[in-house]
């Protein structure tokens, strides 16, 4: 069974940086391509940064320039630095991967979130 666990969240100031990370467990082949999303109380979820297999990144227009996503693949773990807060990033922030574990089954796997919030 794989599993999906993010942490690394909390308050910030505005102006600050957090890491979030993301580790895959379990029965855990290969993690394929990553995602960030992000969900705020009353907005839909929507897609922060994605990573490839190969290590290709694509941004949201509203943290690019401030966010990098990264990976570890000796850890099985992605990563999102997150700089420059601002009091909109306040959201949870979940981990979504395409993950091939050791009986060579591809599927798709959440997170449970962690909180992100920026505030003074």
């Known amino acids: 069974q794989v599993q999906l666990v993010e942490s690394g969240g909390g308050l910030v100031q505005p102006g600050g940086s957090l890491r979030l990370s993301c580790l895959a467990s379990?029965?855990?082949?290969?993690?394929?391509?990553v995602d960030w999303y992000r969900q705020a109380p009353g907005n839909q979820r929507e897609l922060v940064a994605h990573?490839?297999?190969?290590?290709?990144?694509n941004y949201a227009d509203s943290v690019n320039g401030r966010f990098i996503i990264s990976r570890d693949d000796s850890k099985n773990t992605v990563y999102l630095r997150m700089n420059n807060l601002k009091s909109e990033d306040t959201a949870v922030y979940y981990c979504?991967?395409?993950?091939?574990?050791?009986?060579?089954?591809?599927?798709?796997?959440w997170g449970q979130g962690t909180q992100v919030t920026v505030s003074s």
């Open positions: 990573i490839t297999r190969d290590g290709s990144t």
């Open positions: 979504h991967a395409h993950i091939v574990d050791s009986m060579w089954y591809e599927a798709d796997h």
């Open positions: 379990g029965s855990v082949f290969s993690v394929q391509s």
